[in-house]
């Protein structure tokens, strides 16, 4: 399966380890390489609904500079929104309390933008799930900020920890999304690259 990539190395210019979990169940061979700071900024006048794929394409962009020409790079950028408020990675505990109470008793989206870019081309596209919190008390939101530190994830949560075992109550679409990639688009992509 996916002989046609054999032509590739291919490179997941990400440092999350989720990402990187992801990607191998796709039973593919490929390499994490990542460039220092890439900056992570989009204009204040794009549709919140874009701003993940733009971030994605900022970040082949830098890549593209120094790809080799039998490298495919996989960039990737994952948003939470909530009443078209972009929840990124929280600053503190402070800010993953605010953004898990927003979250609390709603639902909100979490979109993750995606480039495949090798020397000639380049896919771009962005997944969408909505996803359901229960009402979340604010022991079960201390509990978890204080035992799982969720600094390094939008929206301060990741679906696969405690919070999401007690916390989601409803998932419309893909679940691998929220984890930060959209591995069955990905695969439906490569079948055709």
């Given at each position: 399966?996916l002989?046609?990539?054999?032509?590739?190395?291919?490179?997941?210019a990400?440092?999350?380890?989720?990402?990187?979990?992801?990607?191998?169940m796709?039973d593919?061979d490929f390499?994490?390489?990542?460039?220092?700071?890439?900056?992570?900024?989009?204009?204040?006048?794009?549709?919140?609904?874009?701003i993940a794929?733009?971030i994605?394409?900022?970040?082949?962009?830098?890549?593209?500079?120094?790809?080799?020409?039998?490298e495919?790079?996989?960039?990737?950028?994952?948003?939470?929104?909530?009443?078209?408020?972009?929840?990124g990675?929280?600053?503190?505990?402070?800010?993953?309390?605010?953004?898990?109470?927003?979250?609390?008793?709603?639902?909100?989206?979490?979109t993750?933008?995606?480039?495949?870019?090798?020397?000639?081309?380049?896919?771009?596209?962005?997944v969408?799930t909505?996803v359901?919190f229960?009402q979340?008390?604010?022991?079960?939101?201390?509990?978890?900020?204080?035992h799982?530190r969720?600094?390094?994830?939008?929206?301060?949560?990741?679906i696969?920890e405690?919070?999401?075992?007690v916390?989601?109550?409803?998932?419309n679409?893909?679940?691998?999304n929220?984890?930060?990639?959209?591995?069955?688009?990905?695969?439906?992509e490569?079948?055709?690259?």
């Open positions: 399966m002989d046609n990539l054999k032509k590739y190395h291919i490179i997941l990400s440092n999350s380890p989720r990402r990187r979990e992801l990607l191998s796709l593919i390499e994490v390489k990542v460039l220092p700071d890439i900056e992570e900024n989009y204009p204040s006048t794009l549709p919140v609904s874009e794929q733009y994605a394409a900022e970040k082949a962009a830098a890549y593209r500079k120094v790809m080799a020409d039998d495919l790079i996989i960039t990737a950028d994952t948003v939470v929104i909530v009443d078209d408020e972009v929840m990675k929280p600053v503190d505990a402070d800010d993953a309390r605010r953004m898990l109470r927003k979250l609390s008793g709603r639902t909100h989206q979490v993750t933008g995606v480039c495949l870019t090798t020397t000639d081309r380049q896919r771009q596209f962005s969408t909505n359901v229960k979340l008390s604010d022991e079960e939101i201390n509990f978890y900020i204080d799982y969720p600094f390094d994830k939008a929206g301060a949560y990741g696969q405690w919070i999401g075992c916390g989601v109550t409803g998932l679409g893909s679940f691998f929220v984890m930060g990639l959209p591995v069955q688009r990905i695969y439906a490569f079948v055709d690259i």
